[in-house]
């Protein structure tokens, strides 16, 4: 029983952290470029949330 609740609970720890791992705020321009995008962009999600958000800080005022 205890080791069900453990397995229960790495399973919800585990399916938690990809959404911590950013916590960027994306608009809805963010969104659309996104969805756009994503199709084309030769690498996996992660890799294109980290080039809109290198591209982002190096704008002023963001």
């Given at each position: 029983?205890?080791?069900?609740?453990?397995?229960?609970?790495?399973l919800l720890g585990?399916?938690?952290?990809?959404?911590?791992?950013?916590?960027?705020?994306l608009t809805a321009e963010d969104?659309?470029?996104?969805?756009?995008?994503?199709?084309?962009?030769?690498?996996?999600?992660?890799?294109?949330?980290?080039?809109?958000?290198?591209?982002?800080?190096?704008?002023?005022?963001?």
């Amino acid at each position: 029983m205890i080791g069900a609740a453990l397995a229960a609970g790495a399973l919800l720890g585990a399916t938690a952290a990809p959404a911590a791992a950013w916590p960027i705020a994306l608009t809805a321009e963010d969104h659309n470029y996104l969805n756009a995008v994503r199709g084309a962009f030769p690498r996996d999600d992660d890799t294109l949330l980290l080039a809109i958000s290198s591209q982002k800080s190096q704008l002023p005022g963001i």
